[in-house]
């Protein structure tokens, strides 16, 4: 087998690709979540002077996501104080380009297809939803 060959990439990867993406147009830094148990973290800004306040669990392209998946998601969240965003990645429609908002289409791959990640937040008394502040440019959590 040559050395330049392509790697071959899991649909599993393109969603988690798809969804970095999605996080980063939003105005994100997304990095590796694997250390606390999800896929993706967003910060919203630098990680050296902010925590991250969300985990991103991408939904594998089979969709299944059950009761369990989600209960040890939550756990996991609440002993890191993040908010669990669930994400699920769809390749776009005709019927939903007329209903989805032009900024909230993904452009990915070759050739390029459109996609539309779907986001459902899922926060505790631990780890209270909160929305990234543009404004301040620095997260919630900071590092002291």
Known sequence: MSSKSPINRTDSDHNISITRKHFTNKGYRVH???????????YADDPSRVHSDFC???VPPDGSLDW????TLTRL????????IV?????????MTKEKEADMI????????RYVVEELAIA???APFRHKNAKKGVGLQTKH
């Not at 993904?106 to 297809?113: A, F, I, M, Q, S």
């Open 106 to 113: 993904v452009t990915y791959g070759e050739p390029p297809l």
């Open 56 to 58: 991103v669990h991408v």
């Open 124 to 126: 505790t008394e631990h």
């Open 77 to 84: 969240v609440v002993s890191t104080g993040k908010t669990l």
């Open 68 to 71: 369990r998946m989600i209960q």
């Open 32 to 42: 590796s979540g694997l250390q606390f148990g999800c896929e993706l973290v967003l």
């Open 87 to 95: 994400a699920n990645v769809k390749e776009v429609t005709e019927e």
